[in-house]
């Protein structure tokens, strides 16, 4: 009996090229102090402030409890992408990763894996403050996976109008377009209801992904299933993914 000690060297399977960058992706994302603010410390204070002070300003924890969690998602898909691929094009990361067997598929599909699992770490930690602190939604089939599917595609919209903004834009640019985008998103239907503007802009509110997002999550919170949040979510998801292909750039 002979041993074959000849090397046989290989990629590994897709799906482990892509778990393993997506592990990563999280990990650095974990790593960083702003992020981590973003990702929690923002929203907690938030949800505190809606606690104890919230039915003052008519904005009590019942309401503002999804609102919030439309936050954690608002804030990773688009902030905290946006930044990290705006730095990682400056430092050439992504032209030496798409070198190697991930390539530009698993890149993609690495961050996009990472960012939901922070952002389902982010939903989860954030739900189990929410209800210690009193919050009870009414649970519905429907109405749950209606917020399901809008946060998806959201979550998908998101992504793209990162990578729009961080493949466009240099990076000191990208740090600000993105946290300006976190801070404008807040009021236009994360944090605020539609109702409480005007009626004209209540219906441009409405018509963005933060407004759909934010709305259906309200809703599902009461046990209503809104449609026109899907089709608002899913017609900005097609839109920014066709936009983040055309003016990405994999170098800075």
């Known amino acids: ?28 994302i974990l790593r960083n102090g702003e992020q981590a603010l973003l990702a929690v410390v923002i929203p907690v204070a938030v949800l505190v402030g809606a606690a104890f002070f919230g039915d003052r300003l008519g904005l009590g924890l019942q309401q503002s409890a999804p609102s919030v ?7 990773s898909g688009l902030t905290t992408l946006a930044i990290a691929t705006g730095f990682e094009r400056r ?29 389902a770490c982010q939903v989860a930690l954030l739900a189990v ?15 749950l996976l209606v917020a399901l599917l809008v946060s998806v595609l959201s979550m998908g919209a998101f992504a793209g109008l990162a990578l729009a903004i961080s493949g466009s834009l240099r990076p000191e640019a990208t740090l600000a377009v993105a946290n300006l985008a976190y801070l404008v998103g807040m009021p236009l239907g994360i944090l605020l209801p539609a109702d409480r503007f005007p009626d004209w802009a209540a219906r441009i ?26 089709l608002v979510s899913a017609l900005w998801l097609i839109g920014a993914l066709a936009l983040a292909w055309k003016v990405f750039k994999w170098t800075s």
């Not at 430092?91 to 952002?119: D, H």
């Open 69 to 75: 969690l439309a936050l954690a998602m608002w804030s």
């Open 129 to 143: 403050i929410a209800l210690a602190l009193g919050w009870r939604p009414v649970f519905s089939p429907a109405a």
């Open 1 to 28: 009996m002979s041993l074959d000690f000849t090397p046989r060297p290989a990629a590994a399977p897709p799906l482990t090229r892509i778990w393993a960058q997506a592990r990563m992706e999280a990990t650095l």
């Open 205 to 230: 509110v409405q018509g963005l992904p933060t407004g759909a997002l934010g709305e259906a999550l309200r809703a599902a919170s009461q046990g209503q299933a809104l449609g026109w949040p899907v």
């Open 91 to 119: 430092y050439n990361v992504l032209e030496r990763l798409a070198a190697t067997p991930l390539g530009r598929p698993g890149i993609l599909a690495g961050k996009g894996l990472g960012i939901a699992l922070i952002t």
